[in-house]
């Protein structure tokens, strides 16, 4: 059974800092591609940044680029997002993608409220 559980969201003050895990279980987590997206309220759902199965190589929206660091652990079956210099604009239900060959595998999302 597949499973991408995300974990570490919360409220935050604007400039703060945050990671989010996500556990990957049932799949060869090594060969997949991993991403983070996120959906704001009434707002389309928007790919965060991505690193591919081997690690060497990521990408990042421009909104985040530079404050946001995308990670993993083959060892672990796990991938991060390291979020710094937080702002309101962030606040979104972030969610953890695992995708091969135009198969996708979802988390069901974490909440980050960033806020005073």
């Known amino acids: 059974q597949v499973q991408l559980v995300e974990s570490g969201g919360g409220l935050v003050q604007p400039g703060g800092s945050m990671i989010l895990s996500c556990a990957a279980s049932g799949f060869t987590f090594n060969d997949y591609l991993m991403r983070w997206y996120r959906q704001a309220p009434e707002k389309e759902r928007e790919l965060v940044a991505s690193?591919?199965?081997?690690?060497?190589?990521?990408n990042y929206a421009d909104s985040v680029k530079g404050r946001f660091t995308i990670s993993r652990d083959n060892a672990k079956n796990t991938v991060y997002l390291q979020m710094n210099s937080l702002k309101p604009e962030d606040t979104a239900v972030y969610y953890c993608n695992a995708r091969r060959d135009g198969i996708d595998y979802w988390g069901k999302g974490t909440l980050v409220t960033v806020s005073s």
């Open positions: 690193i591919w199965s081997g690690g060497g190589f990521r």
